[in-house]
């Protein structure tokens, strides 16, 4: 089970890449194993020493009765001192973004692969989509030559 975010590869620069556990109940373990999850429109703030992940939504869990959660709460990510202070850093000096691009499942652990990101602007989009658009028809172009 992975959870992509392609939007985040199409507004943003990608500068680096982190990997990252999260704090989550059983309920939300449930639901997201299958696959009411969503992590297109949330991004990553540093808070107190630590980095919190907001707009995460995972849906209710049917089966969990008074114990379900709240489905936009803010969780936290698990990182080690150095990385946090490390991406802070980053985030204040630089004027970075912290997004996740990924969320997916390591050894029954639900990790989200966090983007430290630069923002594009409108020209960089439209660079992408030529780019886009030429890879594709090069593609095109040889699958025709090759029947």
Do not use: W
């Not at 949330?42 to 980095?51: A, R, T």
């Not at 939504?57 to 202070?85: D, M």
């Amino acid at each position: 089970m992975e959870i992509l975010n392609k939007r985040a590869r199409f507004d943003y620069f990608i500068e680096e890449e982190i990997e990252a556990g999260i704090v989550l109940t059983g309920t939300e373990i449930k639901s997201i194993r299958n696959g009411n999850c969503n992590i297109k429109d949330c991004y990553g703030i540093v808070k107190n020493g630590e980095i919190y992940l907001l707009n995460m939504y995972i849906g209710e869990y049917k089966e969990g009765n008074l114990f379900n959660h709240q489905e936009t709460r803010s969780r936290k990510l698990l990182l080690h001192k150095k990385e946090i202070k490390k991406i802070s850093q980053q985030i204040e000096l630089n004027g970075l973004t912290l997004v996740p691009l990924k969320g997916y499942f390591k050894d029954n652990h639900f990790k989200i692969l966090l983007g430290i990101c630069r923002g594009k602007k409108t020209y960089d989009k439209r660079e992408t989509i030529k780019n886009r658009d030429a890879q594709r028809e090069a593609l095109k172009n040889i699958k025709s030559y090759s029947r």
